[in-house]
DNA sequence: TCTGGGGTCCTAGGACCC
DNA sequence: TCTGGGGTCCTAGGACCC
């Protein structure tokens, strides 16, 4: 048996956690630069808000002065991520964390009504010790699992907030009720292909022949069918596979025109970039940069283009890869456009212990690593963007907006500034004292 | 006026090889 | 009218996920 447990409206549970006056109230918290909502309260879906509205619009579902708009706090949200993935690995078997508000995990009984009991136990502890609303549901796939906790979460009638999907019967009139859109792997493509094609449900999806499937989609698409009628055909990975490529990009606060400013901002995107190839303890030797203009603004000439480089070996050093980052950018950039959004990627990653050292740049590889030890030493110990490349030193034009944050919850300023010594009402259950210091 | 960010996988098609 | 066969590798684009 496949468990997921997933994190109810995750961000503005979070924000609530802090902010308890919130509860029973719209919220939304929205995406960088608050442009779109990204996580919504029941309250601000009851109204209609859908997933990803432009924060402008919302005013279009309601009086905008009834909703609470919040900035994220990526920060805040990926730190009560972890303790609730530790709560959950210290029952689970082989758990994978999948996303910041998911995990999925393996069950211990053979028995369905002992792993429903576990299970209950958990969502009631990670709500009390951590303070976010959790749904878990069972079964024996993934993609079935899926849809279990998708129904513990909206149905009324659920009140423990987890579902097992263990008999077949039970499976059948579950996917009777379940759109196609509501199937993990069909998105908003799919869906109007399986929708132009007369299928409504998962249950009509299910009795599709393989062959219009692979037509209509991939390999995935099939897959998906079989997990649906209980074929297992996913693995779980408990480790955590290493991250092939790594992106850092941001939506300016306004369109920039001046290279200056642009290149501030890739240098910022590449020291991120590099920072997190540190952090994971891998280098990468391709780089690529993007540019494009503001695709809603039709009153300028769009321009968009990218370029990749191949460095001369495997880095993970701030100052190679932004002078690289900056290479690609100057081959790119055309004067007389505006720029809206750029970002860098790094990829062609491998783990450093596999790499040998370049015997080109020996001497300066050798150089860089102590620096950026000690760069990163530096951060950690006194708060992020502590020492950055002098261009970065300044908060750039570049920067984007956000001008809605949760200001009554005063432990926030502590998450925002990436150093997380004090969460209130958080049990140190869950970490050891020395660990809440560090 | 205001419209996010960060990933993965699959496939088709082109370049190139013998 | 006729125009080989069989590989591999790379890239771009499309689809999905959160």
Redesign the pocket.
């Known amino acids: 048996m496949y468990a997921l447990a997933d994190c109810n409206n995750f961000f503005v549970s979070c924000e609530r956690v802090f902010n308890p006056t919130l509860n029973g109230k719209p919220v939304v918290v929205l995406?960088?630069?608050d442009?779109?909502a990204?996580s919504r309260s029941n309250e601000a879906k009851a109204l209609g808000i859908p997933m990803?509205c432009?924060?402008?619009q919302i005013k279009n579902y309601t009086d905008p002065n009834k909703v609470v708009m919040l900035s994220a706090r990526h920060v805040l949200y990926q730190d009560l991520s972890s303790r609730i993935m530790r709560i959950l690995g210290e029952a689970a078997i082989d758990l994978e964390v999948?996303?910041v508000?998911?995990a999925f995990f393996k069950l211990p009984y053979d028995d369905n009504d002992c792993n429903h009991k576990l299970l209950v136990s958990l969502v009631k502890k990670i709500y009390k010790y951590v303070g976010v609303p959790v749904s878990i549901g069972f079964a024996a796939t993934r993609t079935l699992a899926?849809i279990a906790s998708h129904v513990a979460k909206k149905d009324p009638s659920c009140l423990d907030r987890v579902l097992g999907l263990t008999n077949q019967e039970h499976i059948d009139s579950i996917l009777q009720q379940i759109r196609v859109d509501d199937?993990?792997?069909?998105?908003?493509?799919?869906?109007a292909k399986l929708l132009s094609s007369g299928i409504h449900y998962a249950s009509e999806f299910v009795r599709l022949p393989k062959s219009f499937l692979q037509k209509i989609g991939?390999?995935?698409l099939v897959r998906t069918q079989q997990e649906l009628l209980g074929q297992d055909c996913m693995t779980i990975n408990p480790v955590a596979i290493a991250?092939?490529?790594?992106?850092?990009?941001?939506?300016f606060g306004?369109v920039l025109s001046k290279k200056r400013d642009i290149s501030d901002a890739i240098i910022s995107f590449a020291q991120a970039c590099a920072e997190?190839l540190r952090r994971e303890k891998s280098a990468a030797i391709s780089v690529t940069v993007y540019v494009r203009g503001?695709r809603?603004?039709e009153d300028l000439p769009f321009y968009s283009n990218s370029c990749t480089i191949r460095m001369q070996s495997h880095t993970s050093s701030s100052i190679e890869i932004a002078r690289h980052a900056v290479m690609a950018f100057n081959s790119i950039f055309r004067q007389g456009f505006s720029y809206r959004?750029a970002?860098v990627?790094v990829s062609d990653i491998k783990p450093i212990a596999e790499l040998q050292l370049n015997i080109f740049n020996a001497e300066q590889e050798v150089k860089h690593n102590k620096l950026m030890s000690a760069i990163d030493g530096i951060n950690r110990r006194y708060g992020s963007k502590q020492v950055v490349l002098a261009p970065t030193l300044t908060k750039g034009e570049w920067a984007?907006l956000q001008n809605h944050f949760n200001s009554q919850s005063k432990t926030l300023r502590f998450y925002s500034g990436m150093n997380p010594l004090y969460a209130p009402h958080i049990n140190p259950v869950c970490t050891t004292e020395e660990e809440d210091q560090e």
Not at 183 to 191: A, D, K, M, S, Y
Not at 243 to 251: A, D, L, Q, V
């Open positions: 995406s960088n630069n442009g779109c990204i990803g432009p924060a402008f999948y996303s508000d998911e899926k199937i993990w792997g069909v998105g908003r493509r799919l869906n991939n390999i995935n991250h092939k490529s790594i992106m850092n990009s941001r939506t306004h997190q503001d809603f603004r959004k970002g990627m984007p």
